[in-house]
């Protein structure tokens, strides 16, 4: 196994002669597809809840007592075309 299989088809064009080699999938594929996959696990599953947690803990950033997109959009800081560019950080995702 892991070992390329020996020339299958043998083509003549002119004088040169090509050959075709069949290989089949190695072990070092497996292990290093099962590594990323177990990789990519561990960061959804792992890590993913706990970094999400932290940030919840930590709350957004303020500045004096409102978050920034808030302190931005407060009428007498921001103009009209700044409360409406705004709205492109609204979205209906329930998550946020």
Same mark, same amino acid.
């Given at each position: ?36 996959? +177990?990789? &990519? ?9 706990? /970094?999400?947690?932290? *940030?919840?803990?930590? =709350?957004? !950033? ?8 808030? +302190?931005? &959009? ?9 409360? /409406?560019?705004?709205? *492109?950080?609204?979205? =209906?995702? !329930?998550?946020?």
């Amino acid at each position: 196994p892991g070992v390329a299989a020996g020339p299958r088809r043998v083509r003549v064009v002119g004088k040169a002669t090509f050959s075709k080699r069949v290989t089949k999938m190695g072990d070092t594929q497996v292990i290093m597809s099962i590594a990323n996959g +177990a990789a &990519l696990a561990l960061g959804r599953w792992g890590f993913l809840p706990y /970094q999400r947690r932290k *940030v919840e803990e930590a =709350g957004l !950033p303020t500045q004096n007592g409102d978050t920034h997109l808030e +302190a931005g &959009l407060k009428e007498d800081f921001a103009s009209s075309k700044l409360s /409406q560019e705004a709205e *492109v950080f609204s979205t =209906g995702d !329930p998550a946020g």
